[in-house]
């Protein structure tokens, strides 16, 4: 606290002393100006007697010894003024700095609802105001989503820790328990931790998508989505949807890892949410500068206002074909959080029909600090 108010006085002290220094030198100008013309005056008056026939006028007059004495007092008395009427000028441009600096410190302490709200004039400490009042807003928003992914997140762990904690409490409390109940008691308990196991891959990997892109090669989007669907083909066979893929060859810059997942939780939110006999269309293709990864699905009827929400973590619609919701609501948030990493372009639209198409388009060509 000491040295922060240091520091201000410190400002304050080299505002006023620049100001003083330019109303000092301002003055010392003006005496200059009206010393140099006055001097000359007494340089040119003649020395002799003055002539017979010219008429002069008496009259107190002004000595150089006298000129240069008064303009010396002049310099002194201007110190002290200067001095104060820089003070003054400095507390009055840090006034607002120091009303902003004050507001800052409260906000900072807890009260992000609160803004800055600087009015007229507009100038440059105005301007700084708006920028702080906007790094605020956004500040607080990603605190509330940190807030509330926190406690969903806590919420959709805890839950299959209590079944498991039931499952065995059941399993212990039944004194006629043979080896096919503990076996079956067991094999659950290894599914809620499966359950619970992908749950914190997720999460691992949307965490890692929003710390953002740290490796850059050069791949192909083709090759990543045709490995994907090689290992998706039994899953969507088993559930009766059938993927057709349209690859042309899609180059651009990224990390392979983060994009393949990217990829992957496309391809799984299409065949999980979808219906029997229902289709998965995965196109790459390259357009001018950019290139798309676009995946259609069929589906259930999404509302349009509800298409947004879907790309927030843990925000889920309730699927028809199940009565229940599937997944954990987070592969859409992997897929926003990765394609603003590599600075993609998300596209999104709710098909009449049902389902979703989803087109992410990434800069074509390799990264400018890749050779």
């Known amino acids: 606290m000491t040295t922060r108010r240091l520091a201000r006085r410190s ?8 100001y003083a220094a330019g109303i000092y030198a301002a003055g010392v100008f003006v005496l200059v100006l009206v010393d140099i013309p006055l001097a000359s005056i007494q340089a040119a ?44 000028v400095a ?26 709200d600087l009015g007229e004039p507009t100038d440059e400490l105005t301007e700084l105001g708006h920028t702080l009042d906007d790094l ?42 043979d080896t096919d109940t503990l076996r079956s008691a067991c094999q659950e308990a290894l ?34 989505v045709e490995g994907v669907l090689a290992s998706r083909r039994d899953q969507a066979t088993e559930t009766g949807v059938d993927l057709a893929e349209h690859l042309a060859p899609a180059v651009t810059a990224g990390d392979p890892k983060l994009i393949e997942s990217l990829v992957a939780n496309l391809i799984d939110n299409a065949i999980r949410h979808n ?51 599937d997944g954990y609501g987070l592969g859409l948030a992997i897929v926003n959080a990765v394609a603003r990493a590599h600075h993609a372009t998300l596209t999104t639209s709710a098909r009449p029909e049902g389902g979703l198409s989803i087109t992410v388009r990434f800069a074509h060509g390799s990264h400018p600090d890749l050779p």
């Open 11 to 18: 400002l304050h002290k080299r505002l006023a002393l620049a």
């Open 45 to 88: 008056r003649p020395n002799g007697p003055p002539s017979s026939t010219t008429v002069t006028e008496t009259g107190p007059g002004i000595s150089l010894p006298q000129l240069l004495a008064g303009s010396a007092v002049a310099l002194v008395v201007l110190i002290p003024i200067a001095l104060a009427l820089g003070w003054y």
């Open 91 to 116: 507390g009055r441009f840090l006034h607002p700095l120091r009303a902003i600096t004050a507001t800052a410190k409260i906000i900072s302490a807890g009260n992000l609802h609160r803004r800055l």
């Open 136 to 177: 605020f807003a956004r500040l607080e928003a990603s605190f509330d989503a940190q807030r509330h992914f926190v406690a969903n997140a806590s919420h959709e762990l805890r839950t299959p820790l209590a079944g498991l904690r039931t499952l065995l409490e059941v399993a212990l409390a039944d004194p006629d328990a």
């Open 191 to 224: 599914a809620l931790g499966a359950h619970q196991e992908r749950l914190v891959h997720a999460l691992l990997t949307l965490a890692t998508s929003e710390r953002g892109v740290t490796r850059w090669d050069t791949l192909d989007l083709a090759h990543i």
């Open 275 to 325: 219906h029997p006999d229902g289709h998965v269309e995965i196109t790459t293709q390259t357009s001018g500068t950019q290139v798309a990864l676009t995946v259609t699905n069929t589906g259930p009827v999404i509302p349009g206002d509800q298409v947004q929400r879907l790309f927030q973590p843990f925000q889920k619609l309730a699927s028809h074909r199940h009565g229940r919701r």
